[in-house]
């Protein structure tokens, strides 16, 4: 009988392992690009780069803005003593900014962020190879930060829209842009988080995508790009004292407004006319409802689209269209990111039952084109200089102060340090006059557009009181 050294048997057996390892994994190398992929030629983001990049624009825009060339010329007290003497001082100057943008059609549409564009008297795109052309703005919607831009020509490269929702945390992106100046920057990235909310400065949004891919000022506006090549975002806001975090405007948000915009210069979004207020334990318990989140009606608006459909005060609202909504924020977010005419089925609780109620979302009151003109007229650029910007009383404004009529416009914001500020005026205040013009509405607005004299005198109504606020401003 023949007999093994076992100790040889034991080294042939591992050499024989370890040739077939090798041999394995040689097999795998060659098998194809899924298991090894070339660093240099291989390059996803390379290739992105090298075939979108022209269909993604530089903005720059000017406006031209009034500033006093005197040191004290804003001092409330050396303008009451010597009045009209420091206009004198004053000069208007060009003032400039820059952003980025994308093409999304071959006859020239331009998707940017809205703070790019707003107040601008001139707006220039440059492609990635130089060319320049000149923009107007077609539509403007400062709810998702977005604006519609349009040049002449035709069979310009454009970028494909992809489906944000089906997004993924941790998937790869990439941003093109305009950080700092620096033409058709490339940065890589990866989605940080979905469903962000800010509620900050000038910026109220819910729903951002959170990227690490680097966005820097200039980069507003430009495409947050997936390795399929398509739009999922539009980059625009970033923390600025944090690194790695920047925020996209979701592009199945842009998607439901751009039409609008390019129609219509302002988004018909929907609306359902209710109050809505926080789902807590206590009222879960007192209301019956088991769930933990949802949001609740607290009123409904008279002849509303939700009191056409039924809707009433104390339904707990669960889901929107099949959806679960987490809080009474995700509840609002999903009603403004629909359309006038849209239909909803929203799931409540009511009397400690479920039910399925169907809603057709309406147009928000007070957003007719009339209003919406008005508001882009010679009119409200004079109360801008003073630092305000306003809106029509719409008529959730005037149940919520009482109202008799909705005569006026609204301050929707105020500027910080501006002439209006100083001068006591809030955001929320009512303007019933101006230098003894009667405002039925926005569209009187364009009826003090072309008096003249720097002094600003208006009738002002807040709290149940109407009062008087003079200011000098640039007319």
């Known amino acids: 009988m023949k007999t093994y050294n076992t100790k040889h048997w034991k080294y042939s057996f591992t050499t024989i392992s370890a040739i077939a390892a090798v041999m394995l994994l040689a097999a795998f190398l060659t098998a194809g690009t899924a298991w090894a992929q070339d660093p240099f030629s291989g390059n996803p983001v390379a290739k992105i780069a090298e075939d979108l990049s022209p269909a993604v624009v530089n903005i720059d825009v000017e406006a031209m803005v009034t500033r006093s060339a005197h040191p004290f010329a804003d001092d409330p007290f050396f303008r009451q003593f010597f009045g009209e003497e420091f206009k004198r001082f004053s000069r208007t100057v060009p003032m400039k900014g820059r952003g980025s943008g994308f093409i999304v059609s071959k006859d020239g549409h331009i998707v940017t962020n809205n703070h790019v564009v707003d107040g601008a008297d001139k707006i220039t795109v440059t492609f990635s190879d130089g060319t320049v052309h000149e923009a107007k703005v077609l539509g403007k919607d400062p709810t998702f930060d977005l604006a519609i831009l349009k040049i002449e020509g035709a069979n310009f490269p454009y970028l494909e829209l992809g489906d944000s929702d089906k997004s993924r945390v941790g998937e790869w992106v990439v941003a093109i842009g305009n950080p700092f100046g620096l033409e058709h920057t490339v940065t890589v990235g990866v989605i940080s988080a979905k469903n962000r909310s800010i509620h900050a400065g000038n910026v109220n949004f819910d729903g951002f995508l959170q990227t690490d891919a680097a966005i820097n000022p200039g980069n507003s506006g430009g495409p ?205 205040d009512i303007i019933l006059e101006v230098n003894g013009v009667r405002l039925s509405g926005p569209k009187d607005l364009d009826k003090i557009s072309s008096r003249k004299g720097g002094s600003t005198v208006m009738l002002v109504w807040r709290d149940g009181r109407t009062f008087f606020v003079s200011m000098r401003g640039v007319r």
């Open 224 to 428: 947050l790009i997936d390795l399929n090549g398509k739009v999922v975002g539009i980059n625009t806001a970033i923390v600025p004292y944090a690194q790695g975090i920047g925020f996209a405007v979701p592009v199945n948000m842009a998607k439901q407004v751009m039409d609008d915009l390019i129609k219509f210069g302002r988004v018909k979004r929907g609306w359902l006319g209710v109050y809505i207020q926080a789902l807590t334990k206590e009222f879960a318990e007192a209301y019956g409802v088991e769930e933990d989140n949802g949001a609740v009606i607290s009123d409904v608006i008279a002849d509303s689209p939700a009191e056409k459909a039924g809707l009433k005060r104390g339904d707990v609202i669960l889901t929107v269209s099949g959806e679960k909504i987490k809080n009474h924020q995700e509840f609002v977010a999903k009603i403004r990111q629909r359309l006038v005419g849209d239909k909803v089925s929203l799931g409540i609780i009511r009397n400690r039952e479920k039910s399925t109620v169907q809603v057709t979302l309406g147009e928000i009151p007070g957003s007719d084109d009339d209003s919406t003109a008005a508001l882009s007229s010679d009119g409200t650029r004079v109360l801008k200089n003073l630092g305000l910007e306003v809106g029509p009383v719409t008529e959730e404004i005037q149940k919520k102060n009482d109202l008799k009529n909705r005569e006026g416009i609204v301050v929707q914001s105020v500027e910080t340090g501006s002439m209006a500020q100083r001068g006591g005026i809030r955001e929320g």
